[in-house]
């Protein structure tokens, strides 16, 4: 301080310049400490995460491997069947499933080593079997090397558009399109409109593309196995897409200047996912949750995980029996190895027999099968996993 002539003490003025500088300073040890406190949490919080997802990655492995033995047991049964006319066998109750489904009672019985009666014998080529819509594709069953895909037909085009689409490369084979038109056709008597089609059939290149293209994504955390490994969980692998058979098609709502909301939250969708089983038309992945809380998590059996209104056309028999016994694709055709004679009632009217087939080599160029004489209809298909599936129709 200073003294001047009449003896007034006068402090000096503080520097706001250094206040300034020391404000700053402490800000930013503040932001520093933030940081750091929120760099350790994050850490925490990642740590956690990685080790939970490799939790689920290891019980996912461990169902992997348990449902291979599943098979591979299933297989061997089916292989080493016994004659059906073998004498010194005691006779066992055979069981029996049934389940009300919209305004009817669906039964199943297991015809146990029965065989079809009054039938004749029908030849079929393996095209027309890979064509069946019974080929089971997922992670860990792939498109056959010689499927066809020269019969798939534009959705868009051969509804003349009355189908909404995405594009006009939105494709399905003529089996699958029929159904998701009679469908759709249904919906609209029922008051239900404006379903769009966002994709259909996908090629190989293009799911190549994607899953390359999701590999280089994941290239800066990951490498080498592990690297194609955490891929695979967001896109499947080229050659193991459902896209790929040409039979399956993902959904979505869409009308000029309004918001429909989402697919499965909304009456459409709704309307859509409950009655798609009336048309051979089956949803494909369910997951815990989704399509709805009522429906049982198909993961464990699917390997999908993902939130896909994606639907797969397998057949109005296959359909029914997977719904009346909430069935995914996977588990349907286990069902079949391990019962391969059913019969499908309705409302105590038999309306299907459903028989399966072992086949030993599949890479012959015709098959014989047998058709019954009193069918009104017949589907027949490979199923991906040893066997031809029949389906007579009443």
Excluded at 154 to 160: D, E, K, L, N, R
């Amino acid at each position: 301080m200073r003294i001047n002539s009449n003896d007034s003490v006068h402090k000096f003025k503080k520097d706001p310049y250094r206040i300034l500088l020391r404000v700053t300073a402490i800000l930013a040890a503040a932001v520093v400490l933030c940081y750091g406190a929120y760099y350790l949490c994050n850490q925490a919080i990642g740590k956690d995460i990685v080790a939970k997802r490799n939790m689920i990655d290891q019980q996912n492995e461990q169902a992997e491997i348990q449902y291979n033995a599943d098979l591979n047991e299933r297989r061997n049964s089916q292989n080493a069947f016994s004659d059906p006319m073998g004498e010194g066998e005691e006779a066992v109750d055979l069981p029996v499933w049934e389940r009300t489904l919209a305004e009817g009672t669906w039964r199943v019985e297991d015809m146990g080593k029965l065989v079809p009666e009054n039938t004749r014998d029908v030849t079929l080529s393996r095209g027309d079997l890979l064509l069946g819509g019974m080929v089971l594709i997922n992670p860990w069953h792939s498109v056959p090397g010689d499927y066809n895909y020269d019969s798939l037909i534009s959705v868009g085009s051969t509804s003349g558009y009355k189908i909404q689409v995405d594009s006009s490369s939105v494709k399905l084979f003529p089996a699958a399109y029929e159904a998701l038109n009679n469908l759709i056709t249904e919906a609209e008597s029922a008051g239900y409109d404006s379903y769009l089609v966002r994709e259909g059939y996908r090629s190989n290149a293009e799911q190549t593309e994607m899953f390359e293209n999701k590999m280089a994504d994941l290239s800066d955390k990951y490498s080498g196995d592990i690297l194609i490994a955490q891929a695979k969980k967001e896109v499947n692998y080229p050659g193991t897409s459902e896209y790929e058979t040409g039979f399956a098609f993902r959904m979505d709502l869409y009308k000029s200047g309004e918001n429909l909301g989402k697919f499965s939250e909304s009456d459409r969708g709704k309307w859509f996912i409950e009655n798609a089983w009336k048309h051979g038309i089956i949803f494909r992945f369910p997951v815990d949750g989704f399509p709805n809380p009522s429906w049982e998590s198909k993961t464990y059996k699917t390997g999908i995980t993902s939130r896909m209104n994606l639907f797969r056309y397998v057949g109005k028999p296959h359909a029914a029996v997977m719904r009346a016994m909430d069935y995914c694709l996977e588990e349907y055709v286990e069902f079949l190895m391990d019962h391969p004679y059913i019969r499908v009632y309705e409302d105590g009217s038999l309306r299907y027999e459903i028989y399966r087939i072992p086949c030993e080599d599949e890479f012959q160029d015709s098959f014989t099968v047998p058709m019954t004489n009193t069918a009104v209809g017949f589907q027949a298909s490979f199923d991906n996993m040893g066997g031809i599936v029949l389906a007579y129709i009443y």
